[in-house]
């Protein structure tokens, strides 16, 4: 461990020691120590599954650790539920919101907060005021609905603020904010420092880190590795201390690509109900062993893009291609059997029954194939002995195939996914963030079976938040930037800086 | 973790939640009868007195009927649908049947199987608007259901009062024709009792139950919807049409409901025709956790109490309605008591995969964090 000596700015207000914790099959952390000054913005970094959420929760009195100890201002605690740690001054404002809809701004700051100041006058005064004197431009009768991604977050904060928050933690922030906004949070932020709160940023973008913080902790397998300051490293050091050696180094396999056309986009357009454009002329063709992967800041059309290759979502414009057939208005089943094979983004949703044992979940997805089933019905001798090839080709680690998926690992699900969407001859895969939120023994895993995929042929439509993942697998690289593609790159002369401004559209106007 | 024991543990965790349930409610009824000022000593003697033959053969002629309207409830709970309409889809459709089969068109076993399936389509196309509405307009089926109940209550009536005979206080339909009855079984010899020819219906109705649920892909497609419509929709499986026709299905065994009674015992549809059927069905359904052999115990626990009601009443001036609210107590800790168990089996299966993977890790040098 290399911690670098704080400098004295102020008395600490969080100290970490030591903090361990320990759940079945889940990452855990290990000797988890650092320590924030009072009135600074502390980020903490790390890479999907690292760590990082288990450790916010046990700041935020949600779980609680095995050893190590806490100290809030110079006092140590044990929180044994949110509660504890709102009356030791401690907010969380979460990555996915916690308001709502049909209430007002201030009925949902009051929510759960009635005795601070009531529900009348008063609170609204309250209100208004930490609006006023941080800048946020809030309506308190104004309906959360018609309020935009930036407000509803800012109307988070305020809510913690109204609980008497003095240190704040953001869990990943900007991950649903488009730059513009990034940039009002950060002068929010700023204020709020500026009035002696102290925040606690968690991040896994390292220039946004790197702009905002004064110190950052670095997080890697459950274990804090490194605390530096923003101006002593680059983006790229900061990188290697999340990822460790495990950064992956670009593919130096010979191409496998063909010229065989697998799947083909030709000006696919999607808009929703209300007639926005989700996905705007999408044009791209992935060839038989070419791995093309989609670059982009979340939120600009990666989910809809999966959807409507995948029949979830229709085109309502423009012509898909598999092979030779046109598949643009396809339903989703004669998709899958006509050989697309999908890693979802958010498995638990979209890719296991979660309370099904492990061989029923091998059957989805490939109800109307061998060996699941037989003409109308369920093969189960089939399905189970294509279940316990899957567990031992793909390194499952479950104690039987009649385990339920919701008690495996995410590693392992995902693993036992990876190993199901390859089975049945596909042609083509799609792979949408295949690593996150898993461990790095499975992580390596993935990215081997990945490379196998297009060693055998399949065309394979990767889609990751990961840059470094990106580069090291894809064959060629699209961006994605509100739901169009910006600019295309060559994995091989890519730099990660160059991919990052395309991303965020910096370098749009040149 | 040896095999013989996870299996015996299975067995009791699977014994444990409905024993415990039962144990709970009989707890509480005895607190409500203490309340109440009844003796709580008769209830539970009178409860717990062996049957007479009649009663027997009573027992199983309702059970059999709960246990139609239990897998009627139990085909939609299954891909949480939540059909409250089972009331309703058997009050059309034994009406629908009863008419049909009465006005005497055809003759002998064939009125009497056309006359089934007219109760099973009408029924059928009954719970059909709820799945319309559902998935063309994104209406609760809750809320249609319980509305469509409603409308089948007065329509019903009202059809009763336009097409039925008059005789005496009561309306009926017109008698079906003795040639389309169906007999009776004498189980009990001496019972004095029949077992109702068409209860057998529960016995093929629970069979194609468990065999389209568990060995075919539109059961598979029917539990995944279920279990995670995201990934059922993700998988391939059109949503939209499972709904339609798992409506239709549960609606066509709601037909069935009436079927029994109309043909063996009551022979026309008239004013005093069973009602509240169907929302027992969804009680018994609960109870027996939707699983075909559960919703048997189910519809047969109901069934006893139902008929035990009246001793209680006759014997112990008990009133029924104490019977009621232990059937509804029942059904609460069932709920509660599978609830309990289920986190239970989550953790203990949690435990050994976490034990399994610590044996593989302690066999190898490196530790993955």
Known sequence: ?510 | MNRAGNWVGGLLMVLAAPVLALVLSGIIASVLLLATGYSVGDFWSILLTAPSERQVVNILNYGAILYLSGVAAAIGFRMNLFNIGVEGQYRIGAFAGAVFAGSGWLTGPLNTIVAILIAMVSAALWAGIAGFLRVTRGVSEVISTIMLNAIAGYLVGYFLRKLGEQSGNATSTKDVPESSWVGGIDILKGSGQELLGLSLFAVVVGVLYWLVLNKTVFGFNLRATGGSETAAVASGVDVKRMVVVSMLLSGAVAGLIGMPVLFGDAHNYGSSFQTGIGFAGIAVALLGRNNPVGIALGALIFSYLHEQANNLNILAGISPDIVQVTQGVIVLCVVVAYEVARRVRVRIEQASVAAALETRRSERTEVPA
């Open chain 1, 1 to 510: 461990m290399t911690t670098t000596s704080p400098q004295l700015r102020g008395t600490v207000a969080v100290r970490v020691e030591g903090i361990g914790k320990s759940f079945p099959g889940v990452i855990a952390n290990h000797d988890v120590s650092f320590a924030i000054e009072r009135g600074t913005i502390h980020a903490l970094v790390g890479e999907n599954g690292a760590g990082k959420s288990t450790l916010m929760k046990i700041l935020y009195g949600v779980q609680k650790p095995d050893e190590g100890t806490i100290e809030v201002n110079g006092e140590q605690v044990g929180f044994s539920s949110p509660s504890d740690a709102i009356a030791r001054g401690i907010g969380m404002v979460f990555q996915h919101f916690q308001l709502a809809d049909n209430l007002t701004v201030l009925e949902n700051v009051v929510l759960g907060a009635e005795k601070l100041h009531g529900i009348g006058q008063a609170a609204r005064e309250e209100v208004l005021r930490i609006s006023r004197e941080y800048g946020f431009d809030l309506d308190p009768d104004e309906l959360v609905e018609r309020l935009g991604v930036g407000q509803r977050q800012r109307v988070e904060i305020l809510k913690v603020l109204y609980r008497g928050a003095r240190i704040i933690i953001l869990d990943e922030p900007t991950a649903v904010l488009v730059p513009q906004e990034v940039d009002a949070l950060f002068a929010n932020l700023r204020e709020l420092k500026a009035e002696g709160h102290t925040l606690i940023f968690i991040s896994h973008k390292l220039d946004e880190v790197r702009a905002i913080a004064d110190d950052i902790t670095v997080i890697r397998r459950g274990t804090t590795v490194a605390s530096v300051k923003p101006d002593e490293v680059t983006t790229r050091e900061l990188a290697e201390l999340m990822v460790g050696s495990e950064l992956p180094s670009p593919s130096t396999e010979e191409s496998t690509v063909t010229d065989v056309v697998r799947l083909e986009l030709e000006d696919v357009t999607v808009r929703d109900g209300a007639g926005r454009e989700l996905l705007a002329d999408i044009d791209f063709t992935i060839h038989a062993g070419e791995v093309l992967g989609i670059a982009g800041v979340e939120g600009n059309g990666q989910t809809e893009l999966v959807a409507t290759v995948t029949g979830l979502l229709r085109a309502t414009g423009g012509r898909i291609s598999l092979g030779e057939e046109d598949i643009t208005d396809w339903s989703t089943r004669r998709r899958r059997e006509a050989g697309i094979g999908v890693i979802p983004e958010d498995r638990h949703r979209h890719g296991l029954l979660l309370d099904a044992p492990l061989w029923e979940n091998r059957i989805l997805g490939h109800q109307s194939r061998p060996p699941s089933s037989r003409g109308g019905w369920i093969n189960r001798g089939g399905a189970r002995t294509d279940t316990q090839r899957i567990v031992g080709q793909y390194d499952v680690r479950t104690p039987s195939i009649d385990t339920t998926a919701r008690a495996l690992s995410g590693g392992n699900q995902q693993k036992f996914i990876v190993g199901r969407e390859m089975s049945g001859d596909p042609v083509l895969l799609i792979a949408a963030h295949p690593t996150r939120g898993v461990d790095v023994g499975a992580q390596a895993a993935i990215w081997d079976h990945i490379r196998d995929a297009r060693r055998e042929g399949l065309a394979v439509l990767l889609i990751s938040a990961d840059l470094d993942e990106l580069i090291g697998l894809s064959d060629t690289i699209r961006v994605l930037l509100r739901g169009r593609i910006v600019a295309a790159f060559d994995p091989q002369t890519v730099t990660p800086q160059e991919l990052g401004s395309a991303m965020t559209g910096a370098g749009e106007d040149a």
